[in-house]
T-cell receptor
Framework: AQSVSQHNHHVILSEAASLELGCNYSYGGTVNLFWYVQYPGQHLQLLLKYFSGDPLVKGIKGFEAEFIKSKFSFNLRKPSVQWSDTAEYFCAVNARTGNQFYFGTGTSLTVIP | DTEVTQTPKHLVMGMTNKKSLKCEQHMGHRAMYWYKQKAKKPPELMFVYSYEKLSINESVPSRFSPECPNSSLLNLHLHALQPEDSALYLC??????????????FGSGTRLTVV
């Protein structure tokens, strides 16, 4: 079965620390890749997406992600986090077969002022 | 502001009530989705509509009944729910169901509490 793994379930960082959240998927075919953020009590917002081209994708709020096809990974990074980045972060994969859209289990990020 | 509008934002209903959740988008998207999300968990797909036809039902209990009156509207009719059905219900849409058209735009959700 296809799957999306986010190994970091809960990350706690101090402000200005660097962030990297892992995302690995198991599907071997063509995929589109996404990172969504969900602030407390709010809806899912798209941070960034990869469809094709440059594997280093820039998103909103200073986030970026790198698609490494050989590692089936799409890790999210931010050089310096802020308290306002406290949220749930979900990786998602849109696989060609049956247009399946798989979410990872999510990573809860807490940034301490 | 999200381009997928869901109403109501909050709903409290008893186990014998009948209520409906509504979702609307005007982006010309031809695929619409219902998801259920529990706290700190990823959204779980419930239904997919493609060109106003139900294309995927992820084994959802019959107490949840979707309806797509037209290409812009998606409803979820609720009847005889259980307390464990309390969750955030998210609507989403995408241009289509092909991989290049599958980027989903999510609504703000309806937070449902069943008492």
């Amino acid at each position: 079965a296809q799957s999306v793994s986010q190994h970091n379930h809960h990350v706690i960082l101090s402000e200005a620390a660097s962030l990297e959240l892992g995302c690995n998927y198991s599907y071997g075919g063509t995929v589109n890749l996404f990172w969504y953020v969900q602030y407390p009590g709010q809806h899912l917002q798209l941070l960034l997406k990869y469809f094709s081209g440059d594997p280093l994708v820039k998103g909103i709020k200073g986030f970026e992600a790198e698609f490494i096809k050989s590692k089936f990974s799409f890790n999210l990074r931010k050089p310096s986090v802020q308290w306002s980045d406290t949220a749930e972060y979900f990786c998602a994969v849109n696989a060609r077969t049956g247009n399946q859209f798989y979410f990872g289990t999510g990573t809860s990020l807490t940034v301490i002022p | 502001d999200t381009e997928v509008t869901q109403t109501p934002k909050h709903l409290v209903m008893g186990m014998t009530n009948k209520k409906s959740l509504k979702c609307e988008q005007h982006m010309g998207h031809r695929a619409m989705y219902w998801y259920k999300q529990k706290a700190k968990k990823p959204p779980e797909l419930m239904f997919v509509y493609s060109y106003e036809k139900l294309s995927i039902n992820e084994s959802v209990p019959s107490r949840f009944s979707p309806e797509c009156p037209n290409s812009s509207l998606l409803n979820l009719h609720l009847h005889a729910l259980q307390p464990e059905d309390s969750a955030l219900y998210l609507c989403a849409s995408s241009r289509g169901v092909g991989i290049s058209r599958g980027n989903r735009t999510f609504g703000s959700g309806t937070r449902l509490t069943v008492v």
